[in-house]
């Protein structure tokens, strides 16, 4: 790959992560908010960023990063993911407790959070299954298994969630990243064709 689609690649990817952070940070929705409010906002679209992320160090589509060296970072933003997924959800809770414990009991009239909620206790039971596996305490071949079906809902009920929120993302940026981050999906799983783990097991 030339030097220069390598540049190109990594300042589309920069401008796909950075605009809707800048975009929902400078939101004039977030006036006169509190800033644990605003802190909840800003986490959630960290975590979407962070989803476009994951996929593309997963599958080594990076220029210049070596697949070991994306891999390594890849987990490293899953415990990120986790942190920016707890501080959303934990700086909700402080702002409106009784909306938060709608939303885990799946009895919120706003259809966003439930997709949320879903995508909330995805990404925990892959975290549980990530100390699992460094334990060697599940096979390999059904970590992996487990890890892209739970990345797969993770992904899909994130973008259902955030596309159906009117919040301080703009229009565009959000669409973009929520397009983007689903297209990084599909091509990784595309690539990596992970279901053939299914046929040889049968086999």
């Given at each position: 790959m030339s030097r220069i689609r390598a540049t190109l690649i990594w300042?589309?990817?920069a401008g796909a992560v950075a605009?809707?952070?800048a975009v929902a940070a400078t939101s004039p929705q977030l006036a006169w908010r509190d800033p644990v409010y605003i802190a909840a906002g800003l986490a959630g679209v960290i975590a979407m960023a962070i989803l476009l992320l994951q996929p593309?160090?997963?599958g080594g589509y990076l220029p210049g990063l070596p697949t070991l060296k994306g891999r390594q970072i890849h987990r490293l933003?899953?415990?990120g993911l986790l942190i920016a997924v707890i501080l959303h959800v934990g700086a909700l809770w402080i702002t409106s407790p009784p909306d938060v414990v709608d939303a885990l009991l799946f009895a919120s009239p706003t259809p966003f959070s439930v997709w949320g909620v879903i995508a909330m206790w995805a990404v925990f039971a892959t975290a549980l299954l990530a100390v699992l596996h460094q334990r060697r305490r599940i096979r390999p071949r059904l970590w992996r298994l487990l890890h892209t079906g739970l990345a797969v809902v993770?992904?899909?009920?994130?973008v259902i969630h955030a596309l159906l929120i009117e919040g301080t993302m703009g229009t565009v940026s959000k669409i973009a990243l929520c397009a983007f981050a689903l297209a990084a999906t599909i091509k990784v799983i595309l690539d990596l064709r992970v279901w053939t783990l299914l046929t040889r097991r049968r086999a």
């Open positions: 300042i589309a990817l605009i809707p952070i593309l160090l997963a933003l899953g415990l993770i992904v899909a009920g994130s």
